[in-house]
């Protein structure tokens, strides 16, 4: 009669806890997980975002308009012009 109630205790002890896990899980899942799939959507898009800023300009050889080549150059295209191609 002993056997028989440590197997009901060890088999209603299994069930509670395999009861324990699932509802754990559920209320762990239904908790965090929304917020957790936000949080990850919100940080690619951030990430996707930042890296699009940074191609874009990576790729845009005009967006510098700090680097002038000429700039401070004083010349004038006028200047020692033969007017006339056929004077020596």
Known sequence: MEEQTNSKMTIGGIVLLLVGVVIGYYVGWTR???SA??????????????????????ANP????ESNPLKGVQTNPLENVKINPFAQ
């Open 32 to 34: 965090a997980g929304g």
């Open 37 to 58: 799939a936000a949080d990850t959507k919100n940080k690619a898009e951030a990430v996707a975002e930042a890296a699009e800023k940074v191609a874009a300009e990576a």
């Open 62 to 65: 005009f967006s510098n308009t």
